[in-house]
């Protein structure tokens, strides 16, 4: 019999009247069920939450900070017994799945550390305005009051992690809710989350289908915030559920690595696969198209190959660099836009070959921008090619596409790095490097389709609490 998992809400685990069963994309044996939450549930929730936000803003960074610390401690003790159960539920190679976990711990502890030093500021009237010389402003930063922080599938922890810290770091409750596939990992990392001691009702987790609660959940009055990473399409319906409350979105992204002629080409090969096909392309920071100058794409493609024939392909508790995708339709979409640049004229340099939702890599040379694969996210192990006959060439394609979150340039010219980055309508450069997350006190962003608001744990404190001004008007004599 699989287990029963069990919601956190107010200082206690409790079930619903229905539930939801998990299965493991890879071998779909069932790995236990978790509660589906009703609209009451979650009225449940929310009034805890709210009941609980005085007392908890009331504490002192210092005193939050240590909540968070027991809670890293807590992660870094049991990484291996949930990475396990992560691998499982999202198809994800072992030793990436305890990585992830282990991660997590870090920025938790991070986000302790950086939350003590966290001050407000005395400001000085006059500067601009003589007759306000008199004045002294005392700049605080308060908690938002209930954050809902909503985690994606391929980063369950990971990005929880990531939301809920600072979010209690800058002194709010949160409701999370993790990924229905994901979602025991979630409850998981809530268990460490409540082991810490946390006050009742500061965390509270939230389980259930999203066609019955998963508008409710953002557009419920008692929400504050919404901290949300997922799919572009979802992102743009909480934007208009969330009305003028202020959200931060991570979204879709379609990475582009340029490549040109002066590029260290071993070096651009390496991260470029491992870019590309890290946890099968399933990740928003993936590089999700080539932009290589046709002078050196031929010796670039080559490099490539030589890579791709090294990964794993394979079940995730083997830790193989290509796993099942995460459910069936993702995988017929990633065919799909496979079949349609094959039709197109594209030149796959390997085989097609699909295992139920196990899809094995995929390249392709020679990818117009007429086809879906240049424009599309796939969030699977396809990797298109296109040449370019100049660097405006390469931005201009960079920069029509719907999403702006990374861009890697390859080049041994630095300066001339810098000045491509200035054109790229992304969040982040990366130079001679891949696509990617972190380190986690840089700020992480997205523009246009890719994302609201800029993360980081810094950042993320900061943009979950608010400013407030109290200005003094001294007396003179």
Known sequence: MTKHYLNYVNGEWKDSDESIEIFNPATGESLGTVPAMSHEDVDEVYAAAKKAFPAWRALSYVERAKYLEKA???????????????????????????????????????????????????????????????????????????????????????????????????????????????SISGLLLAKAFAESGLPAGVFNTITGRGRVIGDYIVEHPAVNFINFTGSTAVGKNIGKLAGMRPIMLELGGKDAAIVLEDADLDLAAKNIVAGAFGYSGQRCTAVKRVL?????????????????????????????????????????????????????????????????NLIHPMVFDKVTTDMRLAWEEPFGPVLPIIRVDSVDQ???????????????????????????????????????????????????????????????????????TKVKSTVLNIQED
Request: glycine share 10%; charged share 25%; aromatic share 6%.
């Open 72 to 182: 890293a401690d807590i992660l870094y003790r049991d990484a291996e017994e949930i990475g396990s159960t992560l691998s499982k539920e999202i198809a994800k190679g072992l030793k990436s799945a305890v990585g992830e976990v282990v991660r997590t711990a870090e920025i938790v502890d991070y986000t302790a550390k950086v939350g003590v030093t966290l001050n407000g500021e005395v400001m000085e009237g006059g500067d601009f305005d003589p007759a306000s010389r008199n004045k002294i402003a005392i700049v605080r930063h308060e908690p938002v009051g209930l954050v809902l922080a909503i985690s994606p599938f391929n980063y369950p922890v990971n990005l929880a992690g990531s939301k809920i810290a600072p979010a209690l770091m800058g002194g709010n409750v949160v409701a999370f809710k993790p990924p229905t596939q994901g």
């Open 292 to 356: 290589v100058m046709d002078s050196v794409a031929d010796e670039l493609i080559a490099k490539i190959m030589d890579g791709v024939k090294q990964l794993k392909v394979g079940m995730p508790e083997t830790s193989a660099d290509i796993t099942p995708l995460i459910n069936t339709r993702s995988a017929d979409y990633v065919q799909g836009l496979i079949e349609e640049a094959e039709e197109k004229g594209a030149q796959a340099l390997t085989e097609f070959k699909r295992e139920g």
């Open 394 to 464: 390469a931005v201009e394609i960079a920069n029509k596409s719907e999403y702006g979150l990374q861009s890697s340039v390859f080049t041994r010219n630095v300066q001339r790095a810098f000045g491509i980055a200035e054109k790229l309508e992304v969040g982040t450069v990366h130079i001679n490097n891949k696509t990617q997350r972190g380190p986690d006190n840089f700020p992480f962003l997205g523009v246009k389709g890719s994302g609201a608001g800029v993360q980081g744990v810094k950042y993320s404190i900061m943009a979950m």
